[in-house]
């Protein structure tokens, strides 16, 4: 894999965290650049999948969520946990619980935006607070779980 795409998130997260004052851990803030970058990723694999495959959104929506969900994956084990990047075995069963956790924190956001939509009728901002829920619940749950527990030897994150 390219390793142009990961530079670019680590000097971006760089720039974010010295901005920011180092608030928000490093690693956050490129798994959070990651995430961003996935979103485009998912419109633009959904959009060519309408066109090209099906008239399904559901199909092409789980298609597109796939492959998001493995971009995400793979940028954050060669970016924002590079120092503990996973590689042979070890990749694959991290993939697998990554896509278990994902999964999870996508159904925590729906159900934290759709109980806040519930309560004050603002779609927006309801939808900006499972955002956050659900990304808050992922990069903890696939930190613990994928590369703090698959990998070798955990090192700290080096802040360029």
């Given at each position: 894999m390219s390793s142009v795409i990961p530079t670019l998130i680590r000097r971006i997260a760089n720039l974010v965290y010295?901005?920011?004052r180092g608030i928000f851990p490093?690693?956050?803030?490129s798994f959070l650049?990651?995430?961003?970058?996935?979103?485009?990723?998912?419109?633009?694999?959904?959009?060519?999948?309408?066109?090209?495959?099906?008239?399904?959104?559901?199909?092409?929506?789980?298609?597109?969520?796939?492959?998001?969900?493995?971009?995400?994956?793979l940028m954050n084990n060669k970016s924002t946990y590079r120092e503990t990047s996973l590689t042979g075995k070890r990749i694959i069963a991290g993939y697998l619980i990554y896509l278990t956790i994902t999964s999870l924190g996508l159904g925590l956001s729906l159900l934290i935006s759709g109980?806040?939509?519930?309560?004050?009728?603002?779609?927006?901002?309801?939808?900006?607070?499972?955002?956050?829920?659900?990304?808050?619940?992922?990069y903890?749950?696939?930190?613990?779980?994928?590369?703090?527990?698959?990998?070798?030897?955990?090192k700290p994150i080096e802040q360029n």
């Open positions: 010295r901005l920011t490093l690693s956050l803030i650049i990651v995430g961003s970058l996935g979103v485009l990723v998912h419109m633009s694999v959904l959009k060519t999948l309408m066109l090209t495959s099906t008239d399904s959104f559901r199909y092409a929506n789980a298609g597109a969520m796939i492959v998001a969900a493995s971009f995400n994956y109980e806040i939509y519930d309560r004050i009728q603002l779609p927006m901002i309801s939808a900006l607070c499972g955002i956050v829920v659900g990304s808050l619940w992922n903890f749950m696939s930190y613990n779980f994928v590369w703090k527990m698959l990998s070798p030897k955990p």
